[in-house]
């Protein structure tokens, strides 16, 4: 099955800070550095199910998040059908660039970097420049809001200088673990 490992990579980064687990966030609130602390309230596990665009069969997107470096970096994990594809982020603010920076690196020999736009308590925009894709995919824009307990997420991609149209996705709230191959 052929899957655009890149579009799975922008949705982790999207789900990356939109994970809602309030049971763990007023504890997580005191022990993330202050640029990171307004993401608290997102990190747990969650998960999707969606069909993919070319025809493919369903795909299940796990991904969990957590507090990392002592509180000054957020950590994700995800993995697709059980390990098939997966990759791990590294969120933190950056002092130079004065922004929410993170790097994304995967399964499929291709890697990530972006910045983050924090749009309100629930919504983000993240941007990401990708490199090593055999896609043609050299940029993608999420916009991610938690909604109702479930995460949305709208994500556009820059294939051979062109936008796609956007693909919309919902995750909810998961007991299950990562997993890689």
């Excluded at 596990?45 to 957020?74: C, Q, Y």
């Excluded at 919504?123 to 307990?149: H, P, R």
Aim: a negative charge; one cysteine or more; charged letters at 20%.
């Amino acid at each position: 099955m052929k899957l655009s490992l890149i579009k799975f990579s922008s949705l982790f980064v999207c789900l990356f800070l939109l994970i809602s687990n309030f049971s763990v966030a007023d504890e997580q609130d005191k022990t993330l550095a202050e640029p990171l602390r307004m993401f608290s309230k997102f990190i747990g596990s969650w998960e999707s199910t969606f069909a993919m665009m070319d025809g493919n069969p369903h795909v299940v997107d796990v991904a969990v998040w957590e507090r990392a470096l002592n509180g000054k970096a957020i950590r994700s994990l995800h993995s697709i059908n059980d390990g098939m594809y997966g990759g791990e982020m590294l969120m933190f603010w950056d002092k130079e660039l004065n922004s929410l920076v993170f790097y994304y690196f995967t399964t499929a020999d291709f890697y990530t970097k972006g910045t983050i736009e924090v749009v309100n308590e629930t919504s983000f925009i993240a941007y990401e420049d990708v490199s090593g894709s055999d896609d043609g995919i050299t940029k993608v824009k999420s916009t991610s809001t938690l909604v109702n307990g479930n995460i949305k997420v709208t994500t556009a991609y820059l294939k051979n200088d062109e936008w796609t149209e956007p693909e919309v996705r919902t995750y909810t709230p998961s007991t299950k673990t990562v997993n890689f191959k």
